[in-house]
């Protein structure tokens, strides 16, 4: 007879950290969580959340049991894409606390046995840095302006601009300043790009990774890694259809104009030497967007050491198709001699609570315009799957990276109104993607209050009615509760995770189930179909949804100890 699914609140202090998190490769097999810092905790009651808010809420961090915290940016910035767009690298945005105010997080987190990552974004600057302030005042030609990219026009008076380049926030990727010239923003015009093959630019970047790995940071997660290098001899070369690009339809060769150009790893192979004068060395996580077979590269550890697998993310709940992902990503991981990451959600997708409660065939961008009425969503399945999917990645070999409020199973918030939104994806696009602002409503922390316990003065994105009822307190010790899961598995991770190795199940037919084995005598089964499933012989150490008897639910994952 199988014991009943275990769920209670375990509660881990510092006292409870093992020293693994204090070796240097503590990152491999890490569990991370990403704070989007506006939205986490509000200490001063401006409704916009703050350092010395995280820092309040780092020990219910270390009490849900993850490895490290990473920090969406924090750096001075109007907030023309949320943050990604910053006027000084080695600053602290005043309203959301100072260096002081970062230096006792860091030490607070450390303290509770937490390593800290943050943010770097090298791709672009906000217009408002003082480089590009300058480089506006400056002539074409000058010094200023070699930080930047900025080109002549083309037709008659320079009226049009240099490349067909698309921005990813739509709209052509060049602006054009009163003296006529043009300066390339593959984002927002508030994003002007840095130009790389400067020596300025390289070394100010090199100062800013020593500053912030000298005040304690551990490492880096780093935005849009695949666009620093671009081919920029003239003439600057047009690319038609492949302008709004998906990973896959990029060149294998690392041609492209801009996206995953081959130049761009001699940059990181350069930050490699600044992270190894640490001890221990510091750690980085690439965000690029690149076909599988290229993404290795960014991930060895002659440079970063990880690279998110946004393919895991994207991957419908069909056991084939997560089976190839995982494989994948494990070979990738193996390939470069680092380890594997797996993503859920995060700042820049749907919540998956929310994305697997629609129709496999669905068009996530019309059920956002649609304020989430069509279709109609399944909260209650979508949770069911998203707990499953959980469980199945906190069960694989590397690096988990947990969004904030995911562990309370928070649904995007499909409905905010027009005139709330503040994402630009929302204009720049004439009104056509309603943007990311959905997964970044303040938390709930408490059922009742202006904010549900965010802070005392409301939150700067608006927070649903009900939103008090899957707050962290209104969850706290209940068995059922998504937060209660979370921190159960991931003490029983820590307990289970030995090696990096993984082992299928043999005779494993069956399309609708994925099962495999990890070394230390535990595994891992998810049925992620509509029928139940012979459970496997073993003693039931953790299910993402209630199983009674010999059978698996549908859509439930469950660890298992064997005497294999």
């Known amino acids: 007879m199988r014991p009943a699914t275990a769920r209670k609140g375990l509660h881990v202090t510092s006292q409870h950290l093992d020293s693994a998190r204090d070796t240097t490769d503590w990152w491999r097999q890490a569990v991370v969580?990403?704070?989007?810092?506006?939205?986490?905790?509000?200490?001063?009651?401006?409704?916009?959340?703050d350092l010395p808010g995280i820092t309040s809420r780092l020990a219910y961090l270390a009490g849900l049991g993850v490895d490290a915290v990473w920090l969406s940016p924090f750096y001075p910035s109007e907030l023309a894409d949320g943050g990604y767009d910053v006027a000084d690298y080695r600053d602290v945005d005043p309203r959301l606390g100072t260096l002081d105010d970062f230096d006792a997080m860091v030490a607070e987190a450390h303290r509770l046995g937490l390593k800290v990552m943050v943010d770097i974004v090298p791709n672009h600057s906000s217009h408002q840095h003082r480089w590009f302030q300058e480089a506006r005042r400056a002539e074409p030609g000058s010094a200023a302006r070699e930080r930047y990219v900025f080109r002549e026009g083309k037709g008659e008076h320079g009226e049009l601009p240099p490349t067909d380049w698309i921005s990813c926030f739509g709209g052509p990727?060049?602006?054009?300043?009163?003296?006529?010239?043009?300066y390339l923003h593959l984002f927002a015009p508030e994003q002007p790009d840095f130009n790389w093959d400067n020596p300025e630019v390289r070394a100010d970047f090199r100062q800013t990774l020593r500053f912030w790995s000298d005040r304690g940071v551990d490492g880096f997660r780093v935005d849009v890694a695949h666009g620093l290098a671009k081919d920029l001899a003239a003439p600057l070369r047009d690319i038609g259809t492949i302008g709004n690009y998906r990973p896959e339809d990029l060149p294998e060769d690392g041609s492209h104009p801009f996206w995953d150009r081959d130049e761009v790893h001699d940059i990181f192979r350069d930050w490699r030497k600044v992270f190894n004068e640490y001890d221990p060395p510091r750690i980085a996580v690439a965000e690029a967007w690149v076909r599988n077979s290229r993404r290795t590269a960014y991930a060895t550890p002659q440079e970063l050491g990880q690279a998110f697998n946004f393919d895991f993310l994207r991957a419908s709940m069909d056991a084939p198709e997560l089976r190839a992902s995982i494989d994948t990503a494990l070979a990738d991981a193996r390939a470069a001699g680092a380890t594997a990451t797996w993503v859920l959600s995060n700042h820049?997708?749907?919540?998956?609570?929310?994305?697997?409660?629609?129709?496999d065939d669905r068009d996530e961008e019309a059920w956002l315009l649609s304020d989430g009425q069509e279709p109609v969503l399944d909260r209650e399945f979508g949770l069911r799957r998203a707990l499953a999917a959980t469980l199945l990645m906190l069960a694989l070999p590397g690096s988990a990276y947990v969004y904030q409020g995911e562990e309370l199973g928070l649904p995007e918030v499909a409905e905010l109104s027009r005139d709330s939104l503040q994402d630009p994806v929302w204009t720049r696009s004439g009104g056509a993607l309603k943007g990311r602002d959905g997964c970044r409503v303040p938390l709930p922390w408490r059922r009742e209050g202006s904010s549900y316990g965010f802070g005392s003065g409301g939150s700067w994105l608006p927070q649903p009615q009900g939103w008090g009822a899957l707050s962290v307190e209104a969850q706290e010790g209940v068995a059922s509760a998504p937060l209660e899961l979370y921190r159960t598995a991931l003490a029983t991770r820590r307990r289970l995770v030995g090696d990096e190795a993984l082992e299928w199940a043999d005779g494993t037919t069956d399309p609708g189930t994925l099962h495999f084995r990890r070394s230390?005598?535990?595994?891992?089964?998810?049925?992620?179909?509509?029928?139940?499933?012979?459970?496997?012989?073993?003693?039931?150490l953790l299910s993402s949804a209630p199983v009674t008897g010999d059978q698996l639910p549908p859509w439930?994952?469950?660890?298992?100890r064997t005497t294999r």
Not at 556 to 560: E, N
């Open 556 to 560: 439930t994952t469950v660890w298992l």
């Open 520 to 540: 230390g005598g535990w595994e891992c089964v998810a049925n992620l179909s509509d029928e139940p499933r012979p459970l496997p012989a073993g003693e039931l």
């Open 173 to 182: 990727a060049w602006t054009r300043l009163p003296d006529g010239w043009w």
């Open 348 to 359: 820049d997708v749907i919540r998956h609570a929310s994305r697997y409660g629609l129709p």
């Open 33 to 49: 969580y990403q704070v989007y810092p506006r939205s986490f905790a509000d200490s001063d009651g401006d409704g916009i959340g």
